[in-house]
């Protein structure tokens, strides 16, 4: 059946149980994460992995709209540092993160997450 291209299509294979189903990446879901406030423009990050190899983490200042890679983890807890605009002023972000298998993302983005870095 599967050699005739005429009666047989890949979907139906799928239907049949002939040929698997693909992952999806709605199925894999997000990574949920909490923070916490640190000094030095640092947070406190606990994060679970889902059987993931990673979870990259990305923030954006409150206003803006880029993105901005910050680092990946394997292990929770963990922290996250930044760069303040201003030297030494205290600023308001957004934090996001999603999972990582071989160093590609997989999965849904994350809620985004308010935070203050301070001094």
Request: charged share 20%; no cysteine; aromatic share 10%.
């Given at each position: 059946m599967k050699g005739n291209k005429a009666v047989y299509a890949s979907p139906d294979g799928k239907l049949l149980g002939i040929e698997g189903v693909e992952s999806?990446?709605?199925?894999v879901g997000s990574p949920d994460f909490e923070l916490s406030g640190k000094a030095n423009f640092a947070l406190g990050v606990k994060f679970g992995k889902d059987d993931h190899s990673s979870v990259r983490f990305e923030y954006r200042r409150k206003g803006?709209?880029?993105?901005?890679?910050?680092?990946?983890?394997?292990?929770?807890?963990?922290?996250?540092?930044?760069q303040p605009k201003v030297a030494g002023?205290?600023?308001?972000?957004?934090i996001r993160a999603i999972f990582l298998d071989k160093d590609q993302p997989v999965g849904e983005y994350s809620d985004i997450k308010p935070a203050m870095t301070a001094p």
């Open positions: 999806s990446d709605a199925l803006e709209d880029i993105w901005t890679f910050l680092t990946n983890l394997t292990t929770s807890p963990g922290e996250l540092h930044f002023v205290a600023e308001q972000i957004e």
